[in-house]
């Protein structure tokens, strides 16, 4: 039987990516996504839903995201669902969480808008990658980089 495991959410950071590594050099980012829906009732009340999704991402992708995303910054992720499944140490029951393993992602703002929001930023700002919504998935490490967007027609 066929399956498809796809996932595209667009959200805000909940807090700063947490950046390790494996004692083999691997990188790897956890970071916590706010995905909003808002909509009316039929009564014309306005109504808001916020959903809370754990992110991993790994490798030269979770670098980067570790080292120019911070809470609150707008991003677009791609993935694919993930079950972890582990018993509880201390009540011993089952626990599962379902999450997303990160295949790609796009930065959705410059990065410079909130700077000197809440104390954070208050002068110079890390540089920003060239194209930093160009990353390809790990598997693709081969792939020809993508061409240049200024196109001159």
């Known amino acids: 039987m066929p ?6 959410l667009i959200g805000n950071l909940t807090r700063d990516p947490e950046l390790r590594y494996t004692p083999k050099g691997m990188a790897i980012a956890k970071l916590g ?3 909003n829906r808002n909509w009316t009732t039929d009564t014309g009340e306005k ?8 992110v991993d991402a790994f ?3 979770a670098e980067v995201i ?19 499944q582990w018993d509880d140490k201390q009540s011993g029951q089952k626990r599962s969480r379902l999450g997303v393993v990160l295949e790609q992602f796009q930065f959705l703002d410059s990065g410079r808008a909130g700077e000197n929001q809440g104390g954070q930023g208050g002068g ?30």
């Open 59 to 61: 490798g030269k992708q």
């Open 47 to 54: 109504k808001e839903e916020v959903t809370f999704v754990d």
């Open 66 to 84: 570790g080292q120019y995303l911070k809470k609150g910054r707008p991003i677009m992720v791609e993935g694919r669902l993930k079950l972890d």
């Open 3 to 8: 399956s498809f495991n796809k996932v595209i």
């Open 124 to 153: 110079e700002s890390a540089p920003r990658p060239a194209r930093p919504a160009a990353t390809a998935p790990a598997k693709d490490a081969d792939a020809h980089p993508p061409e240049d967007d200024d196109v001159p027609f």
């Open 33 to 35: 996504l706010a995905v």
